[in-house]
């Protein structure tokens, strides 16, 4: 690289002859013709390029809505017939795989746990109340008997923390009531 560059530098163009400065203009012509041409050619080519990408991303996109919406004419119509064979008495595969699991639940014997220091007893052990959901015209659980057990938790934990930073408490007064007497 840096003997090229000392050729350049040393280069003396009173020495060349007159043969010598047309080839190399011819030379020189030449090479700006190549440049301009590929350029021309890449000119040409991108828009065509960029008109086959458009093309292609909206064919892409189209067919995928497609199959976005057979899918969704599938589920409806899905959830159409379990509706209606429930409608009609039909038991549908989830009724059967409910009642499976009651008998399963029935044929095992019953087991005590051991009583947690969170456990809270409602007092009333009435079963959870289902209604039917206006808009999507499903059955749905009456969460307000969750909701009081999930409160009663959140009160007896509070209740808890409650005690024991008492307890810390007393233990750091105690511990500092302890360092007076001894200091």
């Known amino acids: ?9 040393q280069f003396r163009f009173n020495e060349l002859s007159t043969q010598e400065i047309i080839i190399a203009l011819v030379a020189v012509l030449i090479g700006l013709w190549l440049v301009s041409f590929i350029l021309d050619i890449i000119r040409t080519l991108v828009p065509i390029v960029i008109v086959a990408l458009l093309v292609y991303l909206a064919y892409q996109w189209l067919s995928s809505r497609g199959r976005d919406t057979e899918d969704a004419i599938a589920s409806v119509r899905a959830e159409r017939r379990a509706k209606e064979r429930t409608q009609q008495g039909q038991p549908t595969i989830r009724a059967k795989q409910d009642d499976q699991a009651r008998t399963r ?6 087991r005590a746990e051991a ?7 409602l007092a009333d052990s009435a079963p959870m109340i289902s209604h039917t959901n206006p808009d999507t015209g499903l059955e ?10 999930e409160q009663a938790l959140l009160r007896e ?13 007393e233990r750091r007064k105690r511990l500092l009531g302890n360092g007076d007497a001894q200091g």
């Open 1 to 9: 690289m840096f003997e090229l560059w000392r050729k350049l530098r």
């Open 105 to 110: 639940i029935a044929d095992e014997p019953l």
């Open 115 to 121: 009583p947690t220091s969170l456990t809270v007893k």
């Open 140 to 149: 749905e659980i009456d969460l307000a008997r969750l909701e009081e057990r």
């Open 157 to 169: 934990a509070k209740q808890i923390n409650a005690d024991i930073q008492t307890q810390i408490e």
